[in-house]
C-alpha cells in the first residue's frame, strides 16, 4: 500500500478517531487505527468493538492500494508535531509501515490488517435524514442527564425515537437518570424511501462523538438503525455504535397533563445566575435550594451548618399563589447552561412535592423532581 496526503485532513481524521481508539484493551490491535486505499481514495478507521468510525480522506493520492495497521498514538504525535502543509507519503511492505516527509522519516511495527475488526459503512437503504443544528441540540440537551453509573443500563443512553409518514418524519430524543429527564424533539426527513420507526438507546458517549463529529451546519445527517446497531453519517465521516441494552423508563408518564399548575416565564441566564450564586453556601449534605415562586418575584434559599445561608431575589411576571419547592441546584444549572441565555423558560409547578416541568418553546422539556422539605 502507497497513499500521499496533506498533514490537515490527516490530523482532523486522527483527532476524531482518537476519541474510538481505547487507551487500554485486552485486544492490542485496537490501539492501532487502519488506513485503507483503493482506487483514488482513502479511509481511515479505528474502533473499540462498541463505537466505531470510518472516515473518508480529502486530498488523497493513491500510489498502490492496501491496508496497514498503525499505532494511534505515534502517528497522531508525528502528525501533530509536523509543520502546516506537510505532505506525508505513507507506505507498507507488510511487516513495517514507513511514514516519510520532506526531512523526516519514520519506520513503525505494522501488524496484520486482517486482524482488524471490520467497521461498519453506511447502508445504501432508507434511512432518516436531520439538520446538523438539531443534531447538535439533540446531543447537548439530553446527554448530561444520562446515567452510566447506574445498574439500569438503559440510563447510561439517550433513547432516539424515529418515526416517519411519507416524506414527513419526527426525532425524539430522551435521557434521564432517574432523577431527572430531558427531552429535544424536532423535525426530521426521510431519504431513499421510508425507513420503518425505531426507538433505539444510543451510548452517551456516542452521542458526544456524534456531535464532535459534526461539520458544516448545512450537510444534513443521516441516521440509520439496525437490530442492534445504529449508525450515524455526517459528511465524510459514518460512526456506528452498538446499542444499549435494557428497557427505557415510560418517559411521557413524566410530563403529566397539568392545566391547574402554575405557570411561570423566566428568562435563563439570570435564572441560572440567581442559582448559582443561591448554590454558594450548600454543601453535599444540604445541596437543596428552596425555590419559593411569590407573586412578583422569584426567592431563592440555600444554607448549611458549615457554610451559612443565602438568600438571592429574581423579579419574576408571576400573580398567581405562591408555590415553594426545593430543588438540586445542579440539576437545575445543568438544564440552564444548554440553552441561549435570552431563551424564556416556562416553570410549571403545583405543589412541594410534585415534579417540576420546564418547557422552552424550541421543543425542549426538563422535568426535576423535588428534593424533601427540610
Not at 440553552?339 to 421543543?363: F, I, K, M, Y
Amino acid at each position: 500500500m502507497k497513499v500521499r496526503l496533506t498533514r490537515e485532513p490527516l490530523l482532523a481524521a486522527l483527532q476524531s478517531a482518537s476519541a474510538v481508539v481505547p487507551a487500554r484493551s485486552p485486544k492490542p490491535v485496537l490501539s492501532n487505527v487502519k488506513l485503507e486505499a483503493q482506487g483514488t481514495s482513502a479511509v481511515l478507521s479505528a474502533t473499540d468493538l462498541e463505537v466505531g468510525i470510518r472516515i473518508d480522506l480529502e486530498g488523497v493520492e493513491v500510489g498502490a492500494a492496501g491496508a496497514v495497521l498503525l499505532p494511534s498514538g505515534r502517528l497522531m504525535a508525528i502528525v501533530r508535531e509536523s509543520q502546516p502543509g506537510t505532505v506525508f507519503d505513507i507506505q507498507s511492505d507488510g511487516t513495517a509501515a514507513v511514514v516519510k516527509a520532506t526531512r523526516s522519516e519514520f519506520r513503525l511495527p505494522a501488524e496484520d490488517p486482517l486482524e482488524f475488526p471490520s467497521v461498519a459503512t453506511f447502508p445504501s437503504e432508507a434511512c432518516f435524514e436531520l439538520s446538523q443544528p438539531l443534531v447538535r441540540e439533540l446531543v447537548r440537551r439530553t446527554v448530561f442527564s444520562t446515567d452510566n453509573e447506574s445498574s439500569r443500563y438503559a440510563l447510561g443512553g439517550v433513547l432516539l425515537e424515529l418515526a416517519a409518514q411519507g416524506s414527513a418524519a419526527s426525532v425524539i430524543a430522551v435521557g434521564t437518570d432517574g432523577r431527572r429527564l430531558a427531552k429535544m424533539e424536532g423535525p426530521a426527513a426521510v431519504k431513499d424511501g421510508v425507513p420503518a420507526e425505531a426507538q433505539p438507546i444510543v451510548p452517551a458517549r456516542a452521542m458526544q462523538l456524534i456531535e464532535r463529529c459534526l461539520g458544516d451546519a448545512s450537510m444534513p445527517v443521516q441516521v440509520a438503525v439496525r437490530t442492534s446497531e445504529i449508525l450515524v453519517k455526517t459528511g465524510p465521516t459514518t460512526i456506528s455504535a452498538r446499542l444499549v441494552e435494557g428497557r427505557f423508563p415510560r418517559w411521557r408518564d413524566v410530563f403529566p397533563d397539568r392545566p391547574d399548575a402554575a405557570k411561570v416565564n423566566i428568562v435563563a441566564g439570570p435564572l441560572l445566575v440567581a442559582v448559582r450564586q443561591a448554590a454558594i453556601v450548600t454543601s453535599e449534605q444540604s445541596k437543596g435550594v428552596d425555590f419559593a415562586f411569590d407573586p412578583g418575584q422569584l426567592v431563592l434559599s440555600g444554607r448549611s451548618a458549615e457554610s451559612g445561608e443565602s438568600r438571592i431575589e429574581l423579579p419574576i411576571e408571576h400573580a398567581g399563589q405562591a408555590v415553594k419547592i426545593k430543588l438540586d441546584p445542579r440539576f437545575m444549572s445543568e438544564f440552564l447552561r444548554v440553552l441561549d441565555g435570552a431563551a424564556t423558560v416556562t416553570v410549571e409547578l403545583t405543589d412541594a412535592q410534585s415534579a417540576c416541568v420546564c418547557r422552552t418553546d424550541d421543543g425542549y422539556g426538563y422535568v426535576i423532581m423535588p428534593l424533601a422539605a427540610d
